[in-house]
């Protein structure tokens, strides 16, 4: 089972479902992401933490400990 | 013939240009306020237009309509309750499908409604080809376009807001259709809702009269909150007579979505919608842009380069700080010497007495310390409006986001804390951008701890007076290292025990680069100076005449005899029996009354800590003494070695209690302006007191067993 989390720079993936619950998982879905969009791993912040991905040809940052509840197909 | 008076909502996502079409369409007829109980901002515009009176209200930028989040609540609250003649959604046509997503949420609300597709030039440029026509139909909800950043289109979008007043649009509705399953159980829901609500408006409309005409909510909307189980609907049916029933009716409803989708009932509206909106973009929208990289992407392989964006995001806070007080000071001193100016031609036309004092050294003096400041905010707040509306601030946040949630902060908690080293006051202001409550009021109680420049005045003077100068910039150095450190640790200590619970995720935007325009970026910076101005400064004025009055009463001794010296005067004040009051507790960090005094006028400008030591060790020259001349840092520094038994070790530790009590006024003031009570100024007294005793007795009882004292 693969996560955003794992998502290398350059590399792009589909998402298939979101786990976790409450602010932060309606947050995502608020932004966008949902099941089925095309994802692209931009970067890392310079300390690692957080990530910059593409989607919709816009541009979201999030931690790894959210995009870990992204799993992708 | 008299006006109509109707009004505009402007509804939108962050990013989507929202501001600068409200500032288009309303000029300078602003007001900014708060929404009731929340630090919302409010803000309203009026415009007249072919004979209409038109309220315009900028809702807070939204990507959705949940219970989440404050913005969001306050959002379609308006919405519902002050019932606009009209919404208009602006979209940023450059990223549509998300931005639709908060359309099909406000079509739920059924409240009249037109699209604004903004950013076309950007969207042409970004190669999408909008069919606005096309799917304005497909939407069911007229449209227009335009250009924000150029004012195009600002005429066209109030003209169609007219028509849509005055019921002229002829369109056919649509509605977002979820799959089958889940309409099945929004028909159960919204006939067993149709009736319980009307009689529970009914009811409440008599017990209470304003009640009356008071807010139903659409029942297609109410059924499909419920079924997203929004915590504020369900608390609202929960709250009705009959309400424990309908919840048991929705529990069932969502199990059994989840027992035929296999699916959370919320993801699967939101599919819904997402469905509903892909729909219509695939019938109007083209896409004809290769994957070429676009100019900012360009900008963030070099701002956000892994080796190059800290230094990059470094060099751009030293560059605001140069602005800010680099550029501030002259204009600082012309209003300092304004202030004296009129102080001396005040004191020069008034006969000797309290009066004269009370106006003089009270109320000149206090205000004067106020708008002193001013300058400093005006460029700080010009910057930061500056880097905001470009796009780099939430870069900033992204580059620090790792370091402050260590210690339970959030990226965005960073900005604040770094104005903090400036002026307090604005810092506090500028946690206005943090979402959660919780983050921003961790925040809000650490960024005292950052050194502000009203400390610098009192570390240089005792620095200068104690020790050599070959070791004073590392012992400043400490000093702001030991506010930095404590901070953090504030900051950890807060959200671990104090401030529990999640924080704000980091599920954020990085919008386009974009250059602003001045026009865009003064009116920002000028709307959160006034702000300073006229909250602050009340209270300020206030809290100066109390001050004033405590370092000026009792004016003469028991025997009606008056003071011979103003050292002698100060003592007996009632300030002056405070310091005597509160010197068995300071006794243990090694300070006698007279530090006390000092610290207690502290409280009212860190500044006056020194001046206050000098009047009261009677050194002759006050005057040079506020001034920074070379003569009165030596005079102020044999006095200080003589007379007051202060040594280096002392001297840092009243430096570090300097550092760490008590905000100023101005700050407690603005504390209790953004947080709406007087719990959390109380608080930030309270702890900042304690943990100022609580280090200078660390390091005083410390130093003695070393034999430093």
Partial sequence: ?73 | MSKKTITIALAGNPNSGKTTIFNNLTGARQHVGNYPGVTVERKEGRVIYKGYDIKVIDLPGTYSLTAYSPDEVVARNVIIEEKPDVVVNILDASNLERNLYLTTQLKELEVPLVLALNMMDIAEKNGINIQHNLLSQLLGVPMVTLIGTKNQGTMELLDMALESVQGRINMTPKTVKYRHEVEEELAILQGMLADSQVLNVQVAAGNDSSYAGNPTYPLRWLAVKLLEYDQEIVRKVNSWAGGEKILAVVDKSRDRIREMLHDDPELVVVDGRYGFIRGACREAVTFTGSDQITVTELIDKVLLNRALALPIFLGITWLLFQLTFTLGAPLMEWIEAGFTALGGWVANHMDEGLLKSLIVDGIIGGVGGVIVFLPNILLLFLGIAFLEATGYMARAAFVMDKLMHRVGLHGKSFVPMLIGFGCTVPAIMATRTLENPKDRLATILVTPLMSCGARLPVYTLLISAFFPAKVAGNVLFSIYIIGIILAMLMAKVFRTWLLRGESEPFVMELPIYRLPSLKNVLMHMWERAWLYLKKAGTIILAASILIWGLFTFPTADVNGNEYTSAALQMEQSYAGRMGKAIEPVLTPLGFDWKTGVALVAGFAAKEVVVSTLGTLYSIEDEEALAGEEDVAVKSFAQRAREQSGFTPFTAYILMLFTLIYIPCIATIAVIKRETNSWKWPLFTVGYTIALAWIVCFLVYQGGKIVGLA
């Avoid at chain 1, 350059?10 to 995502?28: F, P, Q, T």
């Avoid at chain 1, 690692?48 to 870990?68: M, T, V």
């Fill in chain 1, 1 to 73: 089972m693969k996560s955003l989390k794992n998502l290398m720079p350059g590399e792009k993936a589909k998402v298939a479902r979101l786990v976790g619950n409450g602010a932060i998982k309606r947050r995502i879905i608020d932004m966008g992401i949902v099941p089925g969009v095309e994802v692209e791993m931009e970067r890392y912040a310079p300390l690692g933490d957080p990530a910059e991905i593409k989607l919709r040809g816009n541009h979201l940052s999030l931690r790894k400990e959210e995009a870990d509840g992204i799993i992708l197909e």
